[in-house]
């Protein structure tokens, strides 16, 4: 099957930008996801991107989409202790496919 | 705000014992969904339901059912539990089309002894 692969941990210090990186096989993906799962909690969708589209910037988070290398990105501005959380990427092309999560933690 | 509710947050289970996990949504959402999360492997599909009494294997159904009498009401059947079934049950559920955001209960622990 296809697959979307991350890495699984990723420990930055506050205020420090964070970049979480995502591949995925899929070329006719249609939509390209981030979720942020917080401990205890279920997963909540952070921020998308259409596949059409290259670069997505909402606040202090910034997605890039490099659909000819099948990379999709996630950055965190000024990252903050209440950003630690698993990070999911996901695509859709029929149904929805998640990566693995990448655990990011942020040191005081 | 949508909101999806699991029946439970913490089980424990005896192995050969029947178990339900129940998953209800209140926005009218056509599309269910149940997955397993477990470290370093992300969220699995088990099973969706796109409609009522519909159901559709997700990429791990052995050992699974699911059942879907109400639009609201997705549940999960594991008819003889498994210690391999000891998991993170999450329920989700979606509109059709509309960037198709999954919106996701708070999960059920599953501990199979």
């Known amino acids: 099957g296809e697959d979307v692969e991350q890495s699984l941990f990723l420990s930055v210090r506050e205020g420090d930008s964070s970049v979480i990186n995502c591949t995925y096989t899929?070329?006719?993906?249609?939509?390209l996801y981030w979720y942020k799962q917080e401990p205890g909690a279920g997963l909540q969708l952070l921020t998308y991107?259409?596949?059409?589209?290259d670069m997505k910037q909402d606040q202090r988070l910034t997605v890039l989409l490099n659909k000819k290398d099948k990379h999709l990105s996630l950055r965190i501005a000024d990252t903050q202790t209440g950003d630690s959380a698993i990070y999911f990427c996901?695509?859709?092309?029929?149904?929805?496919?998640f990566g693995a999560g990448t655990r990011l933690t942020v040191k005081p | 705000d949508v909101k999806v509710t699991q029946s439970s947050r913490y089980l424990v289970k005896r192995t050969g014992e029947k178990v339900f996990l129940e998953c209800v949504q209140d926005?009218?959402?056509?599309?269910m969904f149940w997955y397993r999360q477990d470290p370093g492997l992300g969220l699995r599909l088990i099973y969706f339901?796109?409609?009522?009494?519909?159901?559709e294997k997700g990429d791990i159904p052995e050992g699974y059912s699911v059942s879907r009498e109400k639009k609201e009401r997705f549940s999960l059947i594991l008819e003889s539990a498994s210690t391999n079934q000891t998991s993170m049950y999450l329920c989700?559920?979606?509109?059709?089309?509309?960037?198709?955001?999954?919106?996701f209960g708070p999960g059920t622990r599953l501990t199979v002894l």
């Open positions: 926005m009218d959402h056509e599309n």
């Open positions: 339901s796109y409609d009522v009494k519909m159901k």
């Open positions: 989700a559920s979606s509109l059709v089309g509309v960037y198709n955001e999954q919106f």
């Open positions: 899929d070329s006719s993906s249609t939509y």
């Open positions: 996901a695509e859709w092309d029929n149904d929805m496919r």
């Open positions: 991107i259409f596949s059409n589209m």
